[in-house]
Every structure is written in structure tokens, then in C-alpha cells.
């Protein structure tokens, strides 16, 4: 087991006095058998009226509600937790499901509809040509090995860039550039592998990281696949490697445009500044 310190904080700064509306938060780590909640604190200024609330994909999502006027709105999130995934690689996949190409079966395809649904319909598909490197048609492959194949290609064929404005990339235009940030990559897994008929997840979090030059503290993004027999399991393309217990996952979602650590609007004047630190330190 590890424990985790997790601070984010998040600044805006208005040009003027300006009057908040409501703001969704989602910065409370998913608890489950490989993670549990410690010690949890979040702390607000202006004063804001919390009410807590679990959304259709059972994310815990904050909704903050203000009263007072202000020029400056200050969330801070300080959350320990204890992690239990340390053995990423120990699960076993149904036997159906082991070797790739598989159907799901069908009452599990019902459910899974959302996640298979391609997202993208460019009119010209680049992903389709793109994958034919990754796999062939007639192939034969442990359908693991295929999904790490995937997420090796897409780190070794990508520059990591940071980006700080909002919005996700189109994955056409990720393989266009041949860079991008977490989410861009986390993006374009997902859309390869729905492409594969794999039911594919977008998840927000965190990863335990020593700063660096190109990660000096931020969120952090991958994608999840639903294996039989195995459950919803994550993929890093950003590092190339399997989920851990380096990664604090916050929520997931279907698309990666819904899961934002902090929505809201204000009324005033535009030009509102943002400043957001995240530091994840390891706890003995």
C-alpha cells in the first residue's frame, strides 16, 4: 500500500468585481478495493455553499454556490489517500476475451454502447490507415498485448507537449502534428481503440511524478478498457506504459470534454487569469 498527499490549487483572478455562478467540481479521487480516501479538505473563498452529488458515471462531483461579490475565486483541494494498486498486471481476462479479435457478449455490448461509439467521423478517417501498423486483419494476438502494442505506439510516435488552454485535441489532428498533451493522447487510444470494437473510457487524475522541464505539476489524463473478466483497466499512452498505483484517477466519462477539474461561469468583465498547481507527494 501507498500513501498519497494530493494538493490542487486553482486561482482565477477577474479584472474587476464580479458575481460567480455555480461551479461543478470534480476533485475528490474515485474510491474503490484499490483506493480509499484518508483524510479529505477543500477549501473555498469566497464562501461557498457545497452540496455533493454522484453523476451518471458515479463520479463524486462538488457543486459550489456563491453569494458574495469577489476579484479573485481560490479552491484549494488537500486529499491523502491510500493506493492499493501496486500489482497493475495481476488480473485474468475471460477466456473468450483473451485472444483478439472478440465480441462482447450481448448483454454487455448493450451497456457498453456509449464506449464503443467512435466519437470522430472526419471525412477522411486517418486513424483507420494509422492503425493498420498497430494490426492487421487476420492477426492473431492476446488482446492485452494488442492494447499495449497500442499504447506503445502511441508514446514512441508522439512528442509530449503541455497545454494549458482548455479543449482536447481531434485525434486526426494529434497524429497530424505528432504531439500533444495527456489528454490529447489519452484521446486518441480511446478512439483507436473504439475503432478495434473495444469499449473505451476517458479518465482524469493525477500522476505521482518528480517534477521535471515538461511536468513541473498539473492533472493528468489516460484511457481505461473494459477487458472481460478483468473490469475497466488503464493505459498510459503519455508514458507507455499500464496504470499503477502512480496513477489517482478523479473520474471518468465518455468523452474527455466532460470531465473537467473545475467548470463554471461569473458575470463581469472578461479577461479572468488562471493559475493552477497540482503537487502529489508520496507519504511514508
Excluded at 16 to 26: A, G, K, N, S, Y
Excluded at 196 to 214: D, E, I, K, N, Q
Excluded at 254 to 268: D, L, M
Aim: net charge negative; hydrophobic share 40%.
Amino acid at each position: 500500500m501507498r500513501r498519497y498527499k494530493i494538493l490542487h490549487r486553482t486561482y482565477y483572478n477577474f479584472p474587476e468585481v464580479v458575481q460567480l455562478q455555480p461551479h461543478t467540481l470534480l476533485l475528490r479521487p474515485r474510491e474503490g478495493h484499490e483506493l480509499r480516501i484518508e483524510s479529505s479538505n477543500l477549501d473555498i473563498s469566497p464562501k461557498a455553499t457545497l452540496r455533493w452529488r454522484r453523476d451518471v458515471e458515479d463520479n463524486s462531483v462538488a457543486v459550489a454556490s456563491f453569494s458574495e461579490p469577489t476579484n479573485q475565486l481560490k479552491i484549494e483541494s488537500e486529499v491523502i489517500i491510500q493506493h492499493y494498486n501496486e500489482a497493475p498486471l495481476d488480473f485474468l481476462v475471460a477466456d473468450y476475451a483473451r485472444d483478439y479479435p472478440f465480441a462482447y457478449q450481448a448483454e454487455d455490448r448493450f451497456v457498453l454502447a456509449p464506449y464503443l461509439a467512435i466519437a470522430t467521423q472526419p471525412a477522411v478517417d486517418t486513424l483507420k490507415p494509422w492503425l493498420a501498423g498497430v494490426w492487421q486483419a487476420g492477426e492473431k494476438i492476446e488482446t492485452y498485448s494488442l492494447l499495449q502494442r497500442l499504447n506503445k505506439t502511441i508514446n514512441q510516435s508522439l512528442t509530449y507537449q503541455l497545454r494549458e488552454e482548455p479543449g482536447v485535441q481531434a485525434p486526426e489532428e494529434t497524429l497530424a502534428l505528432g504531439s500533444g498533451s495527456c489528454r490529447d493522447s489519452a484521446y486518441l487510444f480511446m478512439e483507436a481503440a473504439r475503432r478495434l470494437g473495444l469499449a473505451a473510457r476517458f479518465v482524469s487524475g493525477y500522476l505521482h511524478t518528480p517534477p521535471s522541464a515538461t511536468d513541473f505539476g498539473s492533472t493528468h489524463a489516460w484511457a481505461e478498457v473494459l477487458l472481460p473478466g478483468a473490469g475497466w483497466k488503464g493505459f498510459d499512452p503519455t508514458i507507455g506504459e499500464m496504470v499503477g498505483a502512480d496513477h489517482i484517477p478523479i473520474a471518468v466519462a465518455r468523452s474527455p470534454q466532460s470531465v473537467p477539474p473545475v467548470a463554471g461561469a461569473y458575470v463581469g468583465a472578461p479577461g479572468a487569469s488562471l493559475d493552477v498547481g497540482v503537487w502529489v507527494t508520496e507519504l511514508k
